[in-house]
């Protein structure tokens, strides 16, 4: 009985050890930053690929003002952690854009950091948004975020998608001349594309892993979680997942007026019109 407790022991003291060399120790690898945007898989990120990086603990505000636990001053620690997903399309009024998106969005807090930037078409962002915000998105429990929800939910149910889309471009360009901004002042990161993950897996994961670790049952469980659905489903908060699925949905006038709109962010992410 001794023997065993004191194994018991040694192995708490050894597992201390290994933690407060991970914690503190001089080799501990530099924190990185995540940004993306809604409806770019950040669900994805956030339940499994950002708790599965080697050496980097993972942590969520954003879930975390969502889930309505009490932060004030948010704290960034220069080693140790994976801060994510910062989605760049949070609403304005809302606590988490306050709270982290905003301050995380200046160059002077980014300029000495590691980020990685993972970007979607923006048409298909669009359409995307108007199935999960209007239809399918869950809804926080926390009655001040709650009512924002609902009160957005019942405006883009008044709308056509068409509408919709023509009225929300303006935003989603915005958040992509960020990303612009930040990954041009940030000399340590990288740019990911959604459309890359889907048909050149092998460039998007060697570009996911320029920055950080990972190890290959984690990059084989993310390529098998990311592939699309084979049927489109309306009431999924995951619908479809294929690329250039606005083509199907959108009239065509309304695809060229955005084209015309979006013409500098195609050309800088490679997005065909």
Avoid at 36 to 63: M, P, Q, W
Avoid at 237 to 242: A, I, L, P, V
């Amino acid at each position: 009985m001794v023997t065993k407790i004191t194994r018991r022991l040694a192995r708490r003291a050894i597992n201390l050890q290994e933690h407060l060399k991970w914690r503190y120790g001089k080799d501990s690898h530099e924190s990185v930053c995540f940004y993306t945007f809604h409806k770019c898989a950040s669900s994805l990120f956030s339940g499994y690929v950002l708790k599965n990086i080697e050496g980097l603990r993972h942590v969520d505000y954003a879930d975390q003002i969502y889930s309505g636990k009490k932060l004030d001053d948010l704290n960034f620690e220069k080693t140790g952690f994976i801060y994510g997903p910062i989605r760049l399309s949070a609403d304005p009024q809302s606590l988490v854009f306050k709270k982290l998106v905003e301050p995380a969005s200046h160059s002077d807090f980014i300029r000495d950091r590691i980020a990685i930037f993972f970007v979607r078409d923006p048409r298909d962002i669009l359409v995307s948004s108007y199935y999960s915000f209007g239809f399918t998105h869950g809804l926080s429990p926390i009655d001040e975020i709650r009512e924002m929800q609902e009160k957005a939910r019942s405006e883009i149910q008044s709308k056509t998608l068409d509408e919709y889309v023509l009225e929300a471009a303006g935003g989603i360009l915005s958040n992509f001349e960020t990303v612009a901004m930040l990954s041009k002042v940030c000399n340590r990161s990288v740019v990911l594309r959604y459309e890359d993950m889907l048909s050149d897996w092998d460039r998007f994961a060697q570009d996911l892993t320029k920055y950080v670790s990972i190890k290959q049952p984690v990059l084989t469980q993310i390529y098998e979680q990311s592939r699309p659905r084979d049927e489109e489903d309306v009431t999924s908060h995951r619908r479809s997942g294929k690329a250039r699925g606005f083509e199907k949905k959108l009239e065509r006038a309304t695809i060229d007026s955005i084209n015309v709109l979006f013409e500098d962010v195609l050309k800088r992410f490679r997005y065909d019109v």
